[in-house]
């Protein structure tokens, strides 16, 4: 990654310190072996490149951290022969992550326990399976069960805040499978909020004979995931569907592990990214700011500003949380702390008696810079999205702008 300073000079407006990153190149970890202790490492490592401990479901959100599922704590009344529901790691057990499949009639499955009495390991849907799989944390599996006459074997995870249905995204995603043949049969793909496809098609390396394999995916500044989708061999679990016969290559699904989710879109005075908005002061006499995490409930307190400033409520990096920034009235100069990397920009952008009226003028998901000028009712803003200065008279002096409530 590069990082680099900017300076710039607009008429004699503004001046801009910042600090920039090019966005960083997928991280990918991916191996393969007989059993659990061969790909345990480059599991770890893949855990690690999440940051953070593995968070509970309790139904809270957390700023870092990750998320695992590994079916196990599925009750019996909804593992073999019967379906899980969809939205199952979402509402019972909340995780933030609700399943979909373009699959014909399609429904899910998790694999029954020895102490169940149905076979384990999707034995009661082909014999063969029970030998064929292993498990990478037993006892249980995972799989997509279609009706469709046609192979199919195709699984996409959507994102939410875990116990919401507030859309999310997370950092990373990575999987463990059981039983690839042959490279190309097992694979993720990860879209962004957009649909558009950020990582195309990460193989997971071949393990037969009942072996092994992880690929995982992570990204470690820019890119966000929104979903990903999952192929899982070429056919699905069925009978008759025997694992290296006819071209078949059957495949299970064991752990799931993916960074904590994060609202896709930014809430006014969101500092945890849970997608509600925190309760927040800020005190002038210390240059404080207090705030309560609604995700988790827990208490902040950050210095940054001094007496006289004014607190913006606004998200400059496009993290989807709120960044701590404030406006100096008497300097007309911006200061901006990112939630995103930690980094500080300081913009001069106005004068003593504008207003700061921030907001996403230019539709690109990150606050643009901007002040209201009530002398002549103008408008000033700097766009985020190409750094162009745009100005536009509408109102006059004694009007309030309604976008700066925050301005005594």
């Not at 034995?123 to 469709?148: C, H, K, M, P, W």
């Amino acid at each position: 990654m590069k990082n680099y300073i900017r300076f710039i000079l607009l008429s004699s407006f503004a001046l801009l310190v910042t600090v920039n990153s090019t966005f960083a190149a997928p991280v990918i970890r991916s191996a393969a072996g007989a059993n659990a202790a061969a790909i345990q490492a480059t599991v770890d490592q893949f855990r690690a490149d999440l940051g953070g401990a593995l968070n509970p479901n309790n139904g809270q959100s957390f700023t870092n951290g990750r998320r695992e599922i590994n079916w196990d704590g599925v009750p019996d009344t909804l593992s073999s022969p019967n379906n899980l529901p969809a939205n199952f790691f979402n509402s019972n057990s909340p995780r933030g992550a609700v399943f979909t499949t373009a699959c014909g009639n399609a429904t899910f499955r998790v694999s029954s326990t020895t102490a169940s009495g149905t076979p384990v390991r999707f034995g009661e849907l082909d014999a063969s399976y029970t030998n064929t799989f292993t498990t990478f944390s037993a006892q249980r599996l995972f799989t997509v069960i279609s009706e469709s006459a046609a192979p199919c074997s195709i699984l996409t995870v959507n994102f939410f805040i875990p116990g919401t249905s507030i859309p999310a995204t997370v950092s990373g995603f990575g999987i463990v499978l059981t039983d690839v043949d042959t490279t190309g049969n097992a694979r993720i793909i990860a879209y962004d909020k957009g649909g558009n496809i950020i990582a195309p098609g990460f193989m997971a390396p071949p393990a037969a004979n009942g072996g092994l394999s992880f690929v995982g995916v992570s990204y470690t500044a820019g890119e966000r995931i929104a979903s990903v989708q999952i192929v899982s061999g070429t056919n699905r679990l069925a009978a008759g569907n025997i694992d290296g016969t006819n071209g078949v290559d059957a495949v299970a699904m064991d752990d799931f592990i993916y960074g904590e989710p994060r609202a896709t879109e930014h809430h006014s005075s969101d500092f945890d990214g849970d997608g509600t908005s925190d309760l927040a002061v800020f005190r002038p006499s210390i240059g404080t700011w207090f705030f309560i995490n609604s995700g988790s409930n827990t208490f902040s307190g950050v210095q940054f500003g001094q007496n006289g400033d004014v607190p913006i409520d606004g998200d400059f990096d496009g993290d989807s949380r709120n960044d701590i920034a404030v406006f100096r009235p008497s300097s007309g100069f911006w200061f901006v702390l990112n939630s995103s990397n930690g980094a500080f920009n300081a913009l001069a952008f106005g004068q003593s008696g504008d207003k700061p009226v921030p907001g996403d003028y230019d539709k690109d998901g990150k606050t643009d810079i901007a002040v209201w000028r009530p002398s002549s009712g103008f408008y000033f803003r700097l766009n985020s999205s190409n750094g162009q200065f745009q100005a536009s008279q509408f109102g006059q002096n004694g009007d309030i702008p309604i976008n700066s409530s925050l301005v005594p």
